[in-house]
């Protein structure tokens, strides 16, 4: 899988040390280019081409946060490379990919390039679950839906949905029987798509629920359904009519 990075570091010589450990020891990179400064990076950072951000923290008057505050593209994954660990808490705040020390370490920049392979490969993979699910969607005759997480794939029966939860870009799903959810890195829309000819109606913009697991309705606190899980599901004040449903 070929992936495309960006360099950025205030220091000529970490942009080309770093250079060369990536065109050495990870071939499926192709760097598309470096910039020494924030001001740099910004132009040349102007669309959505690049997978890998390898950026310095500690530069001159400015820091690698300044760049990603400014962004407006986006650009899945954050390795920073700096020399100060002080600033690990703020990256892991930036939700980076990963975090590497100067001088930067063989092994570990492998490591990180990999764990980017690995959730391309995962976001891939689910895709292409999910267009193979929507096709058998449209003649009404599956029985199963394949949910992907980090570690495996489950085959579940949609008839044990009871409902699924959005957060973000993420979605949860609560399987009856079953104590644990499965959390899966795709957003509710698809799946609404896809479960609606199954009897699941989307009755609050994070909530999508099965109208035949539905125990009751209770009126206080703006509207709210019993699940058969005991869990509570807001109804949406501009869904409510879609009660009569169910």
Same mark, same amino acid.
């Given at each position: 899988m070929q992936l495309n990075c960006y360099i950025v570091d205030d220091e000529p010589s970490a942009i080309e040390t770093l250079s060369l450990l !990536?065109?050495?020891?990870?071939?499926?990179?192709? !760097?598309?280019?470096?910039?020494?400064?924030?001001?740099?990076?910004?132009q040349d950072l102007h669309n959505d081409s690049?997978?890998?951000?390898?950026?310095?923290?500690?530069?001159?008057?400015?820091?690698?946060?300044?760049?990603?505050?400014?962004?407006?593209v986006n650009i899945p994954?954050?390795?920073?490379?700096?020399a100060h660990d002080e600033y690990g808490i703020q990256a892991i705040k930036f939700?980076?990919?990963?975090?590497?020390?100067?001088?930067?370490?063989?092994?570990?920049?492998?490591?990180?390039?990999?764990?980017?392979t690995l959730k391309k490969q995962m976001e891939k993979q689910?895709?292409?679950?999910?267009?193979?699910?929507?096709?058998?969607?449209?003649?009404?005759?599956?029985?199963?839906?394949?949910l992907a997480d980090q570690n495996e794939?489950?085959?579940?029966?949609?008839?044990?949905?009871?409902?699924?939860?959005?957060?973000?870009?993420y979605t949860t799903f609560y399987i009856a029987h079953q104590t644990?959810?499965?959390?899966?890195?795709?957003?509710?829309?698809?799946y609404e798509n896809i479960l609606s000819p199954y009897g699941f109606q989307r009755i609050h913009q994070s909530w999508l629920?099965?109208?035949?697991?539905?125990?009751?309705?209770?009126?206080?606190d703006g509207g709210f359904l019993i699940m058969e899980n005991m869990l509570s599901v807001p109804v949406s004040r501009q869904r409510k009519h879609l009660l009569k449903e169910l």
């Open positions: !990536i065109k050495r020891y990870c071939p499926t990179l192709h !760097i598309v280019g470096s910039a020494c400064t924030v001001d740099q990076a910004l690049t997978d890998i951000l390898f950026l310095d923290i500690k530069m001159q008057n400015e820091t690698g946060f300044d760049l990603l505050h400014q962004l407006n994954h954050i390795i920073f490379v700096t939700s980076a990919t990963d975090y590497l020390l100067k001088p930067v370490n063989t092994e570990e920049l492998i490591a990180a390039v990999h764990k980017v689910q895709m292409e679950l999910l267009l193979e699910a929507y096709q058998q969607a449209k003649h009404v005759q599956q029985k199963r839906i394949a794939i489950r085959y579940i029966l949609i008839e044990n949905i009871i409902c699924c939860k959005s957060d973000n870009s644990a959810p499965i959390v899966v890195s795709t957003p509710i829309s698809e629920i099965n109208k035949s697991k539905v125990l009751s309705y209770k009126k206080e």
